[in-house]
């Protein structure tokens, strides 16, 4: 059964930084596309950022710069490092990996920036 498990989330200080992970398990995760989504209380779901299993980047305009995304394939595990948070970060951030076949998401894990 694959499950991906993420954590890291919390309030944080306009300005701050959080590092979220994303645990996987029940897959092979190397041959999985990574990816971090957020939805926003009344927005769609928007993509964050990416990383393809050989390591290639990409981000949403809004967090380029500010944001990480790494992966550790020993550990299974897909992070996002986010740096000079603002309020307008605040959502739930889910976990996505997919190949062309399937996709799978985590349950979420909420971020709030406020002062």
């Known amino acids: 059964q694959v499950q991906l498990v993420e954590s890291g989330g919390g309030l944080v200080q306009p300005g701050g930084s959080l590092r979220l992970s994303c645990a996987a398990s029940?897959?092979?995760?190397?041959?999985?596309?990574m990816s971090w989504y957020r939805q926003a209380p009344g927005k769609q779901r928007e993509l964050v950022a990416a990383i393809t299993t050989d390591g290639t980047t990409n981000y949403a305009n809004s967090v380029e710069g500010r944001f990480t995304i790494s992966r550790d394939n020993a550990k299974n595990t897909v992070y996002l490092q986010m740096s000079s948070l603002k309020p307008e970060d605040t959502a739930v951030y889910y976990c996505?990996?997919?190949?062309?076949?399937?996709?799978?998401w985590g349950q979420g894990t909420q971020v709030t920036v406020s002062s």
């Open positions: 996505n990996a997919r190949t062309r076949w399937v996709v799978f």
């Open positions: 029940g897959m092979m995760f190397s041959v999985y596309d």
